[in-house]
């Protein structure tokens, strides 16, 4: 039987619950430990003259002064999960303690148990964002998803073919500053869930985006802002995207996601475990060293080929689930 919250977020394809996570207790700690991450790469590339001063400087100054540095790949530091392409021993990725932590946040668990059931595992397919305001972005970031805009997607349609087809998965979207139209909320459109899975292309740097997104453009948007403390959910089908930051100040979130237990994670090799059962033998990972241990285990799979996770994108048959056929 469907519960109220399953109810509404099946129907609409997007909810906002409210005052779930504390700041000080579930949040902060996450942005600690990006600024320990900054504190290392001021060490390792800021001017050794520099270095000193630059490590006084606030979250954002720090930031902000180690994106001029031309590290490689640097939103990849941020970001909990293996780089997409190119996985390399070295590969770095931003997999702490405090991440864990949220991943298992009983309050969180206790909102998607309200959607999956009692099974539930913890998805691969999730990211930590830091966005600084557009327009101190370089040009080739500002329709990068992880930096800048998102493009009009479907997050089932990032799951290889098995996972477009068998996963249950719900979204599950964390911000960590206040998230406003003016520093680039996602937005949606309601109920546009219900026409399913949609034919999809490569877009920017390969990113999976919506085939004919900018026939979305046109119509009526809703605006996910949330405050601190709030999580927003989308349903797998949900179509979305972020809008700019055009604000002066950062814009930080985390999009984690679960699914149903014993279905496919649809990014096999990458971490796949229970979070909650009713059999207590199936949670096996317990801590975040056994976590991070399934991130280095599935990283050997991973540098033996080209990309860690890119899939066939869902292309239907006869363009009858191209958007431009359904509106
Ligand atoms: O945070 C964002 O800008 C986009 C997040 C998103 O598209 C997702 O979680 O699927």
Redesign the pocket.
């Known amino acids: 039987m469907q519960n109220s919250l399953q109810k509404k977020l099946y129907e609409q394809g997007f909810l906002k619950v409210k005052n779930v996570l504390n700041f000080k207790r579930d949040l902060k700690p996450i942005l600690n430990d990006m600024e320990f991450v900054m504190d290392c790469l001021v060490q390792k590339y800021a001017k050794k003259k520099d270095i000193k001063e630059v490590l006084k400087y606030d979250f954002k100054k720090k930031y902000s002064y180690i994106s001029k540095l031309n590290i490689h790949d640097l939103d990849q530091y941020f970001n909990t999960r293996l780089p997409r392409d190119h996985v390399k021993k070295e590969s770095d990725y931003f997999a702490t303690q405090s991440l864990w932590n949220l991943i298992n946040n009983i309050k969180v668990l206790n909102v998607v148990e309200k959607i999956l059931g009692k099974e539930i595992m913890s998805n691969p ?1 999730q ?1 930590t ?1 830091i ?1 600084q305001p557009e327009k101190k972005l370089p040009k080739g970031s500002i329709h990068d ?2 930096s800048g ?2 493009p009009w ?1 479907q ?1 089932a349609a ?1 799951l290889n073919p098995r996972g477009q087809k068998l996963t249950d998965m719900v ?1 599950v ?1 964390i911000p960590f500053t206040k998230t406003t139209i003016k520093n ?3 937005i949606t459109v309601k109920k546009i869930n219900k026409m399913g899975l949609l034919n999809h292309v490569s877009g920017y740097r390969g990113q999976v985006e919506l085939k004919n997104s900018e026939l979305l453009d046109n119509m009526q948007h809703v605006y996910l802002e949330a405050n601190i403390g709030d999580i927003i959910l ?1 349903h797998k089908h949900s179509i ?3 809008l700019p930051n055009r604000s002066d100040d950062f ?1 930080i ?1 985390a ?1 984690l ?1 679960y699914n149903i237990a014993g279905q496919p994670s649809g990014r096999e090799p990458l971490p796949n475990f229970y979070v909650r059962s009713k059999n207590k033998k199936n949670l096996k990972i317990k801590n975040f060293k056994q976590w991070l241990a399934l991130w280095e285990k599935a990283k050997e799979k991973c540098i033996q080929r080209k990309y860690a996770f890119k899939y066939p994108l869902p292309t239907f048959k006869n363009n009858k689930k191209d958007l431009s056929k359904l509106v």
């Open positions: 397919v990211n964002r966005k998803g992880l805009r998102t997607h997050d990032v979204t979207w680039g909320c996602m989308l979305h995207c972020s814009r979130s999009d996601r």
